[in-house]
């Protein structure tokens, strides 16, 4: 059974860090992309940031560029989100995700989603 | 990119509840939709455009033409209420867009 447990979330004032993590297990975990996605309160789904299934190659939405690095361990299963420079604005409910298919099929479906970590940026 | 989508609709019990996405050629990207209920983690409902991942009943379609995609839910049930996303990616930015989401009221 696929299964993805985001970690890491919490309470961070503007202009601090966080690194989210996110636990995949029951498939093959090298051989996938994976994605961030989040969702502020009452709002709708945000992509963040995606990644190859060897880590080889990133990809940012506008608005974290610069601020967030999405890496991967492949030995340890593990999806991470490091986030700097953090704002107001990124206060939400982040997401992991699979991609259905291939190292590097961004085309294709997130199948399987995690139950989100939630970031406050407040002070 | 951006995808357009109602902000809601609302159909009663047994009807048929139709939600768009806009998109400037979207006929030409492949489009996913997924359900989001209150609390809970998005969920696929119709994948590459058209197709039903297992376990989604066949009152549940979807089309992709020009510069709209459809969904399209049949008979629609209580349990159908939820927020709606349609979902492709961006290969000329090489970035992931989601439509503003759609949510779905049962009278």
């Known amino acids: 059974e696929v299964q993805l447990v985001e970690s890491g979330g919490g309470l961070v004032q503007p202009g601090g860090s966080l690194r989210l993590s996110c636990a995949a297990s029951?498939?093959?975990?090298?051989?996938?992309?994976m994605s961030w996605v989040r969702q502020a309160p009452g709002k709708g789904l945000d992509w963040v940031s995606s990644i190859t299934g060897r880590g080889h190659s990133t990809y940012y939405a506008d608005s974290v560029k610069g601020r967030f690095t999405i890496s991967r361990d492949n030995v340890k299963n593990t999806l991470y989100l490091q986030m700097d420079s953090l704002t107001t604005g990124d206060t939400a409910t982040y997401f992991c995700?699979?991609?259905?298919?291939?190292?590097?099929?961004?085309?294709?479906?997130?199948?399987?989603w995690g139950q989100g970590a939630l970031v406050t940026v407040s002070s | 990119y951006v995808l357009t989508q109602p902000p809601s609709v609302s159909v009663a019990p047994g009807k048929t509840a139709t939600i768009t996405c806009g998109g400037h050629?979207?006929?030409?990207?492949?489009v996913h939709w997924l359900q989001q209920r209150p609390g809970q983690a998005p969920v696929l409902v119709i994948h590459y455009n058209t197709d039903r991942p297992s376990g989604i009943p066949e009152r549940v379609s979807a089309s992709n033409s020009g510069n709209t995609a459809t969904l399209t839910i049949n008979r629609v049930e209580a349990g159908d209420e939820a927020d709606y996303y349609c979902q492709v990616w961006d290969s000329s930015s090489d970035q992931g867009v989601f439509g503003g989401g759609t949510k779905l009221t049962v009278l």
């Open positions: 050629n979207i006929g030409s990207k492949t």
């Open positions: 995700a699979k991609i259905a298919e291939g190292y590097y099929d961004f085309w294709r479906p997130f199948d399987y």
């Open positions: 029951g498939f093959t975990f090298s051989s996938y992309a």
